[in-house]
T-cell receptor, first 111, second 112 residues
Framework: KAGVTQTPRYLIKTRGQQVTLSCSPI?????VSWYQQTPGQGLQFLFE???????NKGNFPGRFSGRQFSNSRSEMNVSTLELGDSALYLCASSWQGYEQYFGPGTRLTVT | GENVEQHPSTLSVQEGDSAVIKCTYS??????FPWYKQELGKRPQLIIDIRSNVGEKKDQRIAVTLNKTAKHFSLHITETQPEDSAVYFC???????????FGTGTRLTIIP
């Protein structure tokens, strides 16, 4: 099976802009979770989608949102970008209740 | 919410020796404990995991032990090799929830 894929791999944006990141899970996996990784805060959970519904949400402001499509692909959106949003954004997919496998991530730089 | 502490933050080990990384957690509802290895510039890779109904699990040179009473679990790597150099993260997940709470990571360096 193909692994989790994420696009784009790298992104440079300026403060105030918005960005959309995409994640395609492993075939058959219906759960997609998003994480933010930074040197200072480590790996932090953003949210999780299952069957197009957000089931869990982490402690991030409302500027961070996401959605999932009927084919389980997921997108996350960050509006009004801030310098502190610079991070590696990782998605992970799983077959409910089992192991989570990560994609390669999208490195977002906000200038 | 769940709190996961991971120690040590850095660990240097002579090639061929063993390495042990320990994590403690706070939520007794946690029942799934994976370990991820992340090499520089790469994605976290699941290397081993354990569920709360098991005390120990082994996969070749890697083992994980779980003490639910004390709320801690450990990663053991034996006969370390240079390719084991990476950052290792522990994580916990409660039953019925996909949210992983990660430890702060351990940078393991294998000295040839």
């Amino acid at each position: 099976k193909a692994g989790v894929t994420q696009t784009p791999r790298y992104l440079i944006k300026t403060r105030g802009q918005q960005v959309t990141l995409s994640c395609s899970p492993i075939s058959g996996h219906r759960s997609v979770s998003w994480y933010q990784q930074t040197p200072g805060q480590g790996l932090q959970f953003l949210f999780e989608y299952f069957s197009e519904t957000q089931r869990n949400k982490g402690n991030f402001p409302g500027r961070f949102s996401g959605r999932q499509f009927s084919n389980s692909r997921s997108e996350m959106n960050v509006s009004t970008l801030e310098l502190g949003d610079s991070a590696l954004y990782l998605c992970a997919s799983s077959w409910q209740g089992y192991e989570q496998y990560f994609g390669p991530g999208t490195r977002l730089t906000v200038t | 919410g769940e709190n996961v502490e991971q120690h040590p933050s850095t660990l240097s080990v002579q090639e061929g020796d063993s390495a042990v990384i320990k994590c403690t957690y706070s939520d007794s509802a946690s029942n799934y404990f994976p370990w991820y290895k992340q090499e520089l510039g790469k994605r976290p890779q699941l290397i081993i995991d354990i569920r709360s109904n098991v005390g120990e699990k082994k996969d070749q040179r890697i083992a994980v032990t779980l003490n639910k009473t004390a709320k801690h679990f450990s990663l053991h790597i034996t006969e370390t090799q240079p390719e084991d150099s990476a950052v290792y993260f522990c994580a916990v997940r409660p039953f019925g929830n996909e949210k992983l709470t990660f430890g702060t990571g351990t940078r393991l360096t294998i000295i040839p």
